[in-house]
């Protein structure tokens, strides 16, 4: 069980800019069916953004979205986050779903360290 990104595998970009453009540009390429999410997450960044007068709702939106992206851009990792998403919900024994849960963190995490975050 692994929850490396699979940086030997194919990518089917280059890492995007940590940017609001650069980052919805990528995702259309790796996964346009989540734009609407992004953009609405987009808005709800914003507004919480101006009324705690602070940029960290927007730093951590696009935290956020910067790891979507690391992981979708690797095919075999999308899969493998999805089918563990998948499996979790679906288990029968709670030791099975714990199992597909870690697998799943296991992988969003490595997003996460190699974003630096």
Same mark, same amino acid.
């Given at each position: 069980m692994t929850a490396q990104p699979e940086h030997? *595998?194919? $990518?089917? !970009?280059?890492?995007? $800019? #940590?940017? !609001?453009? *650069?980052? #919805? *540009?990528?995702?259309?390429?790796?996964?346009?069916? #989540?734009?609407?999410?992004?953009?609405? $997450?987009?808005a709800e960044a914003i507004t919480r953004a101006i009324d705690s007068d602070t940029l960290d709702p927007l730093r951590g939106f696009l935290l956020r979205w910067a790891v979507v992206v690391e992981i979708e851009r690797h095919p075999e990792t999308a899969s493998k986050l999805r089918r563990a998403e998948y499996l979790m919900q679906v288990a029968e024994d709670p030791a099975d779903s714990r199992r597909h849960a870690l697998t799943a963190a296991g992988i969003v995490r490595a997003a996460y360290r190699v974003l630096g975050a």
């Open positions: 030997h *595998a194919e $990518e089917l !970009i280059p890492r995007p $800019e #940590r940017t !609001i453009t *650069a980052l #919805r *540009a990528a995702l259309a390429v790796v996964a346009s069916d #989540r734009l609407l999410e992004m953009q609405t $997450e987009q």
